[in-house]
């Protein structure tokens, strides 16, 4: 094998070599990819504990399919979870800019409109946060209850929450669980900038407290979630 000396790849190739030596981070990203057999394990340890989201939204997999999303095509994947509950992440392009839609999504009235089961859906009042630092000054936290009604196969069922719901200005929208007929709920819908409009970002997890079979749940979820997204679009846009 022809080895050639470090002095003279450094003469040879004077940039490439010293991005390479200055950028050492670059080659520790994804350390689980050079572990080998339990070498190294402080640092995955150390990097693997940086903060992830509550759910996974998975918005780097769906958004690869740009001609998919401006085509109005609604992108979904299914995530594991409990045996009689399901999560479902969905995706779509809205023609319309994020401060426009922000102010039509924060209207929780308006749900019942997004979401044809959903039968009610209104603020209870508004959470008094206190702000610990600058990029917190832009969360509002609001009480929020919603009512729904659903059929599986040859029964309906009734369905109601309360929920928290934290708001950071016309970023992301967090639903979380306060109390209902759910032993755990949470969901996070995401905004970005996309192309011309903005791109949606809706991911839900749930495991209902009423006996329904989990791959009926998902399945529910997985067939009409692109159907109630297309209608939100399109209530958005008129």
Same mark, same amino acid.
């Given at each position: 094998m022809l080895r050639v000396p470090a002095k003279t790849l450094r003469k040879a190739v004077p940039k490439v070599y010293?991005?390479?030596?200055?950028?050492?981070?670059?080659?520790?990203?994804?350390?689980?990819? @050079?572990?080998?057999?339990?070498?190294?394990?402080? *640092? @995955?340890?150390?990097?693997?504990?940086?903060?992830?989201?509550?759910?996974?939204p998975a918005a780097e997999p769906l958004r690869t399919n740009t001609t998919a999303l401006l085509n109005g095509e609604v992108l979904i994947e299914t995530h594991p979870h409990t045996a009689t509950g399901a999560a479902v992440t969905a995706q779509?392009?809205?023609? #319309?800019?994020?401060?426009?839609?922000? *102010?039509?999504?924060?209207? =929780?009235?308006?749900?019942?409109? =997004? !979401?044809?089961?959903?039968?009610?859906?209104? %603020?209870?009042?508004? %959470?008094?946060?206190?702000?610990?630092?600058?990029?917190? $000054?832009?969360?509002?936290?609001?009480? @929020?209850?919603?009512?729904?009604?659903?059929? !599986?196969?040859? !029964?309906?069922?009734?369905? *109601?929450?309360?929920?928290? #719901?934290? *708001?950071?200005?016309?970023? $992301?929208?967090q639903f979380r669980l306060e109390r209902g007929t759910f032993s755990d709920f949470a969901a996070d819908l995401t905004l970005e900038d996309f192309q011309q409009g903005t791109l949606l970002t809706y991911s839900v997890r749930a495991t209902p407290t009423i006996p329904v079979p989990g791959f009926l749940l998902e399945s529910a979820m997985r067939n009409e979630l692109p159907c109630n997204l297309r209608t939100m679009r399109q209530v958005l846009c008129q």
């Open positions: 010293s991005d390479f030596t200055k950028q050492p981070s670059a080659l520790m990203l994804r350390p689980q990819c @050079l572990v080998d057999n339990g070498t190294n394990q402080k *640092e @995955l340890m150390r990097t693997s504990m940086v903060a992830t989201p509550i759910l996974n779509m392009y809205v023609p #319309v800019v994020r401060s426009q839609l922000w *102010e039509q999504l924060t209207d =929780y009235s308006r749900w019942v409109h =997004y !979401f044809p089961h959903i039968t009610d859906s209104r %603020v209870l009042g508004q %959470v008094k946060d206190q702000v610990r630092d600058k990029a917190q $000054s832009h969360r509002v936290t609001r009480r @929020l209850y919603q009512a729904a009604r659903k059929a !599986f196969l040859v !029964f309906s069922a009734q369905v *109601e929450i309360y929920l928290h #719901v934290i *708001e950071t200005l016309q970023q $992301s929208i």
